[in-house]
């Protein structure tokens, strides 16, 4: 682990920028820039130093990295390190502020490092346009004084974790989904990690993500502000980090909550030392693991052909009322997920059944569903509708 200098924060175990890192002083126009920095005693001239000669990667520049890079950039952090391989989508404007209508089409981490560079001419920015992986997560990371995982899936946050882990590089944790957020430090070293938290990940399929689940615009701002704001005083030295604490956030009553993470003795990351490698994320997270069922995963193209054919399955949509009004498949039934329990019985036991959603996932956990009650035909559209629109029909409208 690289050697850490121990700053003034309140919580055990909170450290700062890594010593030796060369003292970056000021110019006069950054004085002027970060004067209202520099007004602050807590952080002052020397703070600012520190935040100059900074390191950070940014995994993932969606909701939630994208405005937490505008304001680390703002701030003066020296050296932004961003990993994204998306193109930015017309979705993704609800929400990312990074990027724009004439964006969509052009890679995060291009669009990004313009839109940074734009707003802090001083600012040095590293982009990684590939996605984070066992093979290439230690070697990427290593180079950098702190992580902030903006991810949004399973998999890649054990990885962010375990390489934070492993590197002994902190890791500012953030995720959002409809209208909660929670944000909290991992990797401090005497503080949890992310395995302290879930030492073992959900069923893939139990656990909705915001392309299906849906999320406020305005909560990754939050969220990603707040993350922000942890990676400062960590840089600075200053205040009472959220290591060993998980801020809960709750837009629609507007509360916050905070509890305590304790530290797992038992831990195979941060407690016992076992985990010495990265391993298959995808593995451990049941996202590759093949289902053990008699369900069937069709793809467009298969389905198309099925439905073509003379015997025609039992076509059923678990999406809410407002998706099926935007589009649909021909001959579908629509039994939404939130009511799938209460109108499955209505259903045909006896004819093969093919279940759609928007992406696959609650496709995928409504066939289990009628698996499990006695059907014995069943399938299910992987990519979902929004894969179909785009491998057999274009005119469908896509979400």
Known sequence: MRALRT????????????????VHAL????????????????????GQQRLKGARVAIIGLGGLGSPAAL???AAGVGTLGLVDPDRVDVTNLQRQVLYSDADVGRPKCTVARERLTALN???A???FPVALTAANALDILREFDLILDGTDNFPTRYLVNDASVLLGVPNVHGSVLRFEGRVTVFGTPDGPCYRCLFPTPPPP????????AGVLGVMPGQIGVLQATEAIKWITGVGELLAGRLLLVDALRMRFQTVAIRRDPGCPACGTR????????EEFCGVARPVQSAIARFTPHELAERLRGP???QLVDVREPWEWSVARLPGAILVPLSQFEALAPNLDATRETIVYCHHGSRSLAAAMQLEASGFDRVGHLEGGIDRWSTEVDPALPRY
């Open 7 to 22: 700053g003034e924060h309140g919580a055990p175990g909170a450290q700062s920028v890594p010593a030796g890192r060369p």
């Open 27 to 46: 110019n006069a126009e950054e004085v002027r820039r970060y004067s209202r920095h520099l007004l602050l005693p807590e952080i002052g001239e020397a």
């Open 71 to 73: 304001y680390l950039a």
């Open 121 to 123: 001419p001083g600012l």
């Open 125 to 127: 920015v590293e982009p």
């Open 205 to 212: 399929e139990s656990v909705p993500d915001c392309s299906d």
């Open 274 to 281: 076992e985990l010495r490698e990265l391993i298959d994320y």
């Open 311 to 313: 015997e025609a399955p």
